[in-house]
């Protein structure tokens, strides 16, 4: 459980971390934007050098911290990678509030509005890191405060009067000074106990929601094996059922009348959907009971082309056209081989099936421009459509949609459920574009091998 919860907090703060460097581009671009307009449009004397040195330190600290960053994150399997990024968000707070002190011994002291500031660093601090250290922010926050107003009030450090802001030195004004003193304590702690009270509150309900969602997951796949077990049963029976009636039919058990055959005709047709039926049930039930389908590299086109001819005599039958677009360029792909066969099997006898006399069906694979490491399917026919309503349900188990059930009375509702799933496992996508009465478009992504050569131990 413990390592299930550092995980997730693992996960956390590592989205927060990018998050919190993201933000400092914004603090340079603007603080840079304000002491330009102080110096150009308020005309305040000040040093502008050192504040401009200032942020252009920022400017570099952040650079550096990127490149660390993405250090950090290669190691994230390690075992001391928290240890890391906490020491890492403590460095980057810590250089953060002492940089802003830096700017606000050179623009005012405690006279400048912008002290305040400190406040949204402490609420950072609050969010990424653990409580001891988020109120040490707050502690090191304050020091650098007194720090730098005793140095300013006892004159060790230049007092920059706000000179046209201000008409007095509040700064080397003790009563000001106290006054602005007492605040800015309380408000630190103050701030740091509620960000850290609310985000522990938040990250304990994370934890638990995740916990709970796996647990129904855990839930859910015990349900998929003991649907597959059952439904195995089901086919080994239903299978020995079908011989039984076809050795019948032959006549290896005497003569069969003319009325009987026909009775026992449509028993064996019916078996043979229920076979059908039960197959995909199995097919759908391994793959939701499987934590992690095993994968491996095998040549995509290759796979698309036997599936391709496996339609042949159908194709024919229904005078179809088949359209095959494929980039040569693409050959490999990490996937479950036996999964994708079912996911392109289902899509493309979807297709045929749904598409009428003379129509064409087609076929595209390339690279996902979008999404490098992708490729990107295109399963397409000229078929009956499917219409808006039903686009959002035509994936749920045992569903069909209407003018499809119209079109062809058998169909078990699971094709489409395996496809998704299958989809789910391989941590794809897929989407759908369709009009009724002028086809369908089924589009997914699957991982090109060269993209996971990193994770694929």
Known sequence: MLTFKTTIIEKEIKQRIHWFIELRWI????LFMVITCVRYFAKLELPYVYLYLGNGILLLSNMVFIAYNRHLNAEIDENKWYQKANIFANV???LDLF?????LHFSGGIENPFIFYFIFHIIIAGILLTNLAAFSQAT???VLLVVCAVGEYSGILNHYHLFGFLNQGLGTNPVYFTAI???FLSTMYITVYMVTSIVNKVREKEVALSEANEKIAEQDRLKSRYVATVSHDLQASLAAVQSCLTVVLEGLTGAVSEKSREMILRAERKTTHLINFVKELLDLSRI?????????TFNIIELIQEIVGGF???VQEKHLKIAVDINDAISLAWANKDAIDKL???LVSNAIKYTPWGGTVGISLKNSTDNPGQLLFEIWDTGIGIPAEDKKKIFNEFYRSKNAEQFEKEGTGLGLSIVEEVIKAHRGAIWVDSEVGKGSRFIFTLPIVAALEGIQS
Do not use: G, H, P, W
């Open 288 to 296: 939701r009971a499987a934590k992690e389908l095993e994968k491996n």
């Open 92 to 94: 980057q707070i810590s």
């Open 344 to 346: 392109l099997v289902n």
């Open 140 to 142: 090191f926050a304050v």
């Open 27 to 30: 603090a340079v671009c603007m």
């Open 312 to 314: 042949e005599d159908v």
């Open 99 to 103: 940089i802003l002190t830096y700017l």
């Open 181 to 183: 003193f007492v605040v």
